[in-house]
């Protein structure tokens, strides 16, 4: 197991004590270190031939950085080094997992892919971004409804996917939704 980033400036910092941005600048692949422990390699790097998978976690992260979903939504564009990455482990036929948003990066870059972000409706209030999933349909993919402990294999394209954080669920019930998308991608591997 490897960790990547790419080395570029966040698009913002959140003090998460206020929930509010602040003025300060940081690097992704530096705060993705601080994050692994030192263990990481640049995003550029990754070649997907010494690799069996890969998985990208979810969160703002993904949506402001990775690529420009936070902002721009359907009509976002994926970082070229993410793109690079996902086409490269596609074509290679290995196994893709992505979870809580990061889903809409293959969305993006795989039209006609089957995806989860969890439900279609806010059932309950626990869903909701539950329009994501529309927007997932209008980039021509389809969106499979699953619950948070839940994942969804495309088999044609070697794509699994669980909501995680895109469930406001206990965290036991995200863990074994994420739990289960990294037992399916490694099945496919």
Known sequence: VKIFAPNIEQRDVVDHLKGSPT???????????????????????????????????????VAKNLCSWAVDGKN????????????????????????CISPVLAAKVFPGCEV??????????RFPDAETASAIAELG??????????????????????????????LHEIFDGIGTMVQEVLKLA
Do not use: W, Y
Request: net charge neutral; with cysteine.
């Open 141 to 170: 993919c389809k969106h499979i409804c699953k619950n948070v402990n839940e994942s969804h294999v495309d088999k044609a394209n070697k794509i699994v996917t669980t909501c995680a954080f895109m469930c406001k669920a206990p």
């Open 116 to 125: 989860t972000v969890g439900q279609d409706k806010n059932i309950d209030g």
């Open 23 to 61: 003025e300060e600048k940081r690097n992704v692949l530096v705060e993705s270190a601080r994050l692994a422990r030192g263990n990481i390699q640049d995003l550029a790097e990754l070649k997907a031939s010494e690799f069996d998978a890969v998985i990208f976690p979810g969160g703002f992260g």
């Open 76 to 99: 976002c564009t994926v970082h070229e080094h993410v793109n690079s990455a996902l086409q490269a482990f596609h074509s290679a036929k290995k196994p893709i997992g992505l979870c």
